[in-house]
């Protein structure tokens, strides 16, 4: 049948929101219409292909993709400016660098959650055609029968739980990654989310102490 669309869409409209909150210190200058840019990419991929994903269509897939590209870039610059905020520029409020922080880190699990997402398998149209036999991550789920059905398979908020365990152990759980691409997207998201959270709380206890 394939997996419902309207999960994946409120998380983007949290991301969205999330960056158009940031302070414009750790924003880009053109994040307003970039935020827009976003909300306009999804609109055109939930008018495409609204409801179920059942099937691989390459204008909605080229859509998604183009919309969890353009949110990792935006969070990526704001990353590395909250970064540098706090290296050079001793930052004094503990509790806006907190919540700035956390933003961040949370659109960080959001994005890469997108992104196990999306690539996984070919994505959720060719997983639901199963178009591709060789999973990019392992669920326990997959490894023995006894866990679930056989008639199992993911959907988007497991994908999600995979980044948030791997953004906050620095390292995969439960879920394997087995193919190239999935260890070094991993890779990247543990190396930053251990750089965000090390230099944010470091700070904010710095700044409370």
């Given at each position: 049948?394939?997996?419902?669309?309207?999960?994946v869409?409120?998380v983007?409209v949290?991301?969205?929101?999330l960056?158009?909150?940031?302070p414009?210190?750790?924003?880009?200058?053109?994040?307003t219409p970039?935020?827009?840019?976003e909300?306009?990419?999804?609109?055109?991929?939930m008018?495409?292909?609204?409801?179920?994903?059942?099937?691989?269509?390459?204008?909605?897939?080229a859509?998604g993709?183009?919309?969890?590209?353009?949110?990792?870039l935006?969070?990526t610059a704001?990353?590395?400016k909250?970064i540098?905020a706090?290296?050079?520029k001793?930052v004094?409020?503990?509790?806006?660098l907190l919540?700035?922080?956390?933003?961040?880190?949370?659109?960080?699990?959001?994005?890469?959650?997108?992104?196990?997402?999306?690539?996984?398998r070919?994505?959720?149209?060719?997983?639901?055609?199963?178009i591709?036999?060789?999973?990019?991550?392992?669920f326990?789920?997959?490894s023995?029968?006894?866990?679930?059905p056989?008639?199992?398979?993911?959907?988007?908020?497991?994908?999600?739980?995979?980044?948030?365990t791997n953004a906050?152990?620095?390292?995969?759980?439960d879920?394997?990654?087995?193919?190239?691409?999935?260890?070094?997207?991993?890779?990247?998201?543990?190396?930053?989310?251990l750089?965000?959270v090390?230099?944010?709380?470091?700070?904010?206890?710095?700044i409370?102490?």
């Open positions: 049948m394939g997996e419902h669309r309207w999960p869409a409120l983007v949290l991301v969205i929101t960056q158009y909150l940031l414009h210190k750790l924003a880009l200058s053109f994040q970039i935020c827009f840019v909300g306009a990419l999804l609109i055109a991929v008018l495409v292909n609204p409801k179920r994903i059942s099937e691989h269509i390459v204008s909605a897939r859509l993709v183009l919309l969890i590209a353009t949110m990792t935006s969070n704001s990353a590395i909250l540098d706090i290296i050079t001793g004094t409020d503990a509790r806006g919540a700035s922080g956390g933003s961040i880190w949370l659109t960080n699990v959001v994005v890469f959650g997108l992104w196990y997402w999306e690539l996984d070919g994505g959720p149209g060719k997983r639901a055609q199963a591709h036999p060789f999973p990019d991550f392992m326990p789920q997959m023995d029968p006894l866990y679930a056989r008639t199992w398979h993911p959907n988007f908020f497991d994908y999600l739980y995979t980044s948030f906050s152990a620095f390292s995969p759980t879920v394997m990654p087995l193919t190239r691409w999935s260890k070094m997207l991993m890779l990247v998201q543990s190396t930053t989310a750089l965000m090390g230099l944010v709380f470091a700070r904010a206890v710095n409370l102490h």
